[in-house]
């Protein structure tokens, strides 16, 4: 160890370690160095602001447009689909007419084969025997037009409270009230002008009632004939008389009865030939 003179300083054999310990714990810093660090400090904060709002903006801005596009999309397919409606309405109407039209075509032609027959078979007394038991016949499987006293019953839907279903003829409804006016004692039956027959088939298609796949206009209108006094006592107190006062009741549908002194209704549509085969001679 050496001696130092009487007016030499004294200095620590560390001091020089002391400056870097000062700097690497912040302390003896210049305060412009200080300064400095604190705005780098601060700008770096708001710059991670700005960069996670640019982000969420830029998020909004997406979901906004899909949503405008799916509203587009959804008010430019709305017309398309109107236009379907209405083009399948058209067709409907326009296929409806055309049938309309043949069916009375085929009764012009059933009726002037029927006058034709007629003026054969009267030619002879076995050809009037046949015709006869022919004109027989037609009344019962409602080959040809059918007049007299009978009831008219007429079923409409309701303007429903609550259930839209619950104030609607259905076609379960027009089956039971067709089936009731029969056990009551009626002869022939017609629905909207369209004479039941015993391969008569009704159907419910969407919100549509078909009678042989022809769809019924509302209000139904049902013509029984027959006996109106007997058949009204009758139909009054059956099953199905009564589920049609409980639905009126409650749901507000039209159900009207009334007698009727003459009522007309016209012959059914000539049956589809299911099998045929020749007739062995006599």
């Known amino acids: 160890m050496s001696e130092r003179g009487e007016g030499a300083r004294w200095n620590r054999p560390d001091a020089s370690m002391s400056l870097l310990a000062d700097l690497l714990a912040g302390k003896g810093l210049d305060p412009g160095y200080e300064e400095a660090a604190a705005r780098r400090a601060a700008g770096g904060d708001r710059s991670s602001r700005t960069g996670r709002s640019a982000r969420l903006l830029a998020g909004t801005l997406v979901l906004g447009l899909l949503g405008a596009v799916a509203v587009v999309e959804v008010h430019r397919g709305e017309p398309v689909a109107q236009r379907q409606r209405r083009a399948l309405l058209t067709q409907i109407r326009q296929r409806t007419e055309e049938g309309e039209a043949l069916q009375r075509q085929a009764d012009r032609m059933r009726g ?21 038991e022919m004109d027989r016949l037609a009344a019962d499987a409602a080959d040809a037009p059918a007049r007299g006293a009978g009831l008219t019953v007429v079923l409409d839907d309701s303007h429903p409270r609550g259930d839209p279903q619950d104030g609607r ?11 009731a006016l029969w056990a009551a004692g009626a002869t022939a039956i017609a629905v909207n002008g369209q004479r039941m027959t015993a391969t008569t088939a009704i159907r ?23 006996d109106p006094r007997r058949m009204d006592g009758t139909f009054a107190g059956s099953p199905a008389a009564r589920s049609f006062r409980t639905l009126k009741a409650a749901f507000g549908i039209r159900f009207d009865i009334r007698q009727e002194d003459s009522v007309r209704l016209p012959a059914a549509p000539a049956p589809s030939l299911r099998y045929a085969g020749e007739v062995p001679p006599k």
């Open 112 to 132: 002037q084969t029927d006058r034709l027959r007629r003026t054969v078979l009267a030619r002879s007394a076995a050809g009037r025997t046949a015709r006869q």
């Open 169 to 179: 003829v259905t076609d379960q409804d027009m089956q039971r009230l067709v089936n």
């Open 204 to 226: 419910f298609a969407g919100d549509a009632i078909l009678v042989d796949y022809r769809p019924l206009s509302r209000p139904y209108t049902v013509t029984a004939l027959g």
